[in-house]
């Protein structure tokens, strides 16, 4: 039977000169599609999409892009992207040079049923997730862990001890705080490269240009006091400096809402008749937290004074709130590496673990995510209207 005439021959009539790469998908989610795109260099320069539609089984297929033989540097990436769902994230560029096999591997390979030609040249595999995989030796194997770090929750990282600090305090129960202190640190991966575990994140910004009044209630003329922070897993971040504003009798305090910042759920509002005694706003009628884009409205009701109340612990801190007094909470602080910062479980407003917990614990030790206390960390919670501080540890292999 006759070669197809878009198989060019050498001299030796066993060996195509059209080759290819294949490129092993093992998808997160085999019921959903797959993109591929395909790029000249590990920047994505010309990226254009090449498949659209593909479906893999769960343990994985190949899926075929023939290339010419001639040097040339060839780029894959890969996404899920369905019918009815969201796209997912791409996978990281991966390939390289289009080389001809070894003679003894192309005798084997390139005849299937005495007349197929299946050309292929090397294969890149994208793992469970379609994370990255690639080989770092001539041989196919690699001496680079990198591509498997995706799965941060079982590696081996070390980091100083005592890496955290907590702060307690409150008014009473269901008004009780705790918050955490941590420093920037630097996180050792088994194949010597690292990571970078940031502090807590920087204030956000509140002029008095923020703050604004709006008609209703029946409130007499009073100055208010206002911060506003990030929220994350009913967690407050990145809580700002105070403003104040003067209200006008029958009227109603306004803050204008944040910059969206990428990870976080929302972000909240804290507001007070007293310098430095703001109040946690996530009752009668005021979500938490608030949505990206909505400014915050007191309600016609005004602030509520229900919700746990800020001190200097809050600055520059992760603050768990509305916790019960007199109370040992357990927590599991995790880096998580997608998003690129510390989060804490249990997750939650008001919400504490009051003994250990296994869901919790997973939850730091979960893949993509360095846990970072090979324990839970405890801090015991004393009674309505005091405060104190504890180290509580962190640390792993030191």
Known sequence: MALPATLALDPQPWRPSIFGKAINF???????????????????????????????????????????????????????????????????WVGGVVKAIPKDILAAAVNFGGSSVYPIVRSFALSDGLYALQATETDGSTKVSTAHNPQGSVLPIP???????????????????????????????????????????????????????????????????????????????????????????????????????PGYDGWCVLVGSASNSEYLQESGGTPYPIAFGTSYTEPTGHFSTAAAQYTGDWLGTIVYVDLNASTTYYFYPYYDIALGFLRMAPVGDAVGDSAPSMADANKAWSDGRIALSSTGMSVVVGGGGTNGNSPTGGSRLT
């Open 26 to 92: 093992v998808p997160g989610d085999p019921t959903i599609a797959v993109e591929v795109q395909r790029a000249t260099d590990a920047t994505g320069t010309g990226a254009t999409t090449i498949a659209t539609g593909l479906f893999f089984p769960k343990p994985g297929a190949p899926f075929v892009d023939m290339r010419a033989n001639d040097g040339s540097s060839w780029f894959y990436r890969a996404r899920h992207n369905g019918i009815d769902v969201d796209a997912g994230v791409y996978t990281p």
């Open 159 to 261: 980091f100083k001890g005592n890496l955290f600090t907590g702060f307690w305090g409150g008014i009473g129960s269901g008004q009780m705080y705790v918050a955490f202190l941590w420093t920037t640190q630097t996180l050792y991966k088994p194949d010597g490269s690292t990571l970078t575990l940031p502090g807590p994140p920087a204030a956000l910004s509140l002029a008095g240009g923020d703050l604004g009044q709006i008609a209703g209630g029946v409130r007499g003329a009073t100055t208010l006091w206002a911060r506003r922070g990030l929220v994350k897993d009913g967690h407050v971040y990145a809580l700002s400096g105070e403003q104040s504003f003067a209200v006008s009798a029958n009227n109603r305090l306004t803050v204008a809402a944040p910059a969206a910042v």
